[in-house]
């Protein structure tokens, strides 16, 4: 696929203004300043019309960034399919031998969040909250048996994410039940929030080299590179579409380096007020504060 931006923004210009889309202009071609630029309004873009990423087309017009949101709402993606333990320092971490073959579990649309919002932590899922930064892959048209070799053709771009997850729901047998589970611990509303922009294969190609890091209050928690991923961006396209149809707005994330709070000694799991962030070379920087209600 082939989108008509290289970058792409979802966005107010005004307070109250309606939510669209645009092209980040950015002088310095640096996508890591799109963050700061929209925390102190100096974020310009140029205006695409459309009603989704992957239909827009770009207009003349240019105008000032009032909100940045995340690039994507609910609406816009079917469905979301999580690739555990994929970066192989993390599966060191956990003591587990690599894997042959991905692991996959899903989180809903309801589960996609905004850039720079609050994540709502419910009652039952406070007492181990945790992050995980992960690259997050973006189907652009909709494919199935899709070959290695035509991986790319299928992607419209990637983004940051956060799969926020409960440790406890997904891990205690007196929650999770006699073997872990992945899919309910993680897929509480807003629980996986995306930002701050989309970039094109064109700009980024497989993704690969690509710095990760994940902070908490500032503290650095995770550094990786997605040159550690055990399956890469064209294996993962390729084997999550076997026998399964990849919607077009489907998400793959595509898994998260060691760091995670739940194995630090004590393990730091998130509190009420904690703010994430987690950037990606070329990509940016997703911002996001837990708030437990």
């Known amino acids: 696929m082939s989108p008509p931006w290289t970058r792409l923004v979802r966005y107010q210009a005004s307070e109250q203004g309606p939510v669209q889309f645009g092209e980040p202009i950015l002088p310095d071609d640096n996508t890591d300043s799109i963050t700061e630029l929209a925390k102190a309004r100096q974020l310009h873009v140029t205006?695409?019309?459309g009603s989704d990423p992957f239909t827009v087309q770009p207009t003349?017009?240019?105008?000032?960034?009032h909100t940045l949101l995340g690039p994507l709402a609910p609406e816009h993606v079917p469905i979301i399919r999580c690739i555990g333990l994929n970066y192989k320092s993390h599966i060191l971490e956990t003591g587990r031998a690599l894997p042959a073959c991905?692991?996959?579990?899903?989180?809903?649309?309801?589960?996609?969040?905004?850039?720079?919002?609050?994540?709502?932590?419910?009652?039952?899922a406070q007492a181990q909250c945790d992050y995980e930064g992960e690259l997050v892959v973006v189907i652009g048209r909709e494919g199935k048996d899709i070959p290695e070799s035509e991986a790319l053709d299928y992607i419209a771009g990637?983004?940051?994410g956060n799969d926020v997850s409960s440790r406890d729901w997904q891990r205690e047998p007196a929650k999770a039940g006699p073997v872990p589970q992945w899919s309910f611990s993680k897929s509480f509303d807003q629980y996986a929030p995306l930002g701050p922009c989309l970039v094109s294969t064109g700009v980024a190609g497989e993704a690969s080299g690509l710095l990760l890091e994940t902070r908490v209050n500032g503290e650095l928690r995770q550094s990786g590179n997605t040159d550690d991923l055990w399956f890469g961006v064209r294996r993962l396209v390729a084997f999550c579409s076997?026998?399964?149809t990849l919607q077009r707005g489907s998400l793959i994330m595509t898994g998260?380096?060691?760091g995670v709070g739940l194995f630090m000694s004590p393990p730091g799991f998130l509190k009420d007020g904690d703010e994430v962030s987690v950037r990606?070379?070329?990509i940016g920087e997703l911002v996001n504060t837990v708030r437990f209600k």
């Open 47 to 49: 205006v695409y019309k």
């Open 158 to 160: 990637y983004t940051v």
């Open 242 to 244: 076997q026998g399964q």
């Open 256 to 258: 998260t380096p060691g």
């Open 280 to 282: 990606i070379g070329m």
């Open 102 to 124: 991905p692991t996959v579990f899903t989180k809903p649309s309801p589960a996609v969040a905004d850039h720079n919002t609050a994540i709502p932590i419910p009652q039952i």
């Open 60 to 65: 003349t017009q240019t105008e000032a960034v």
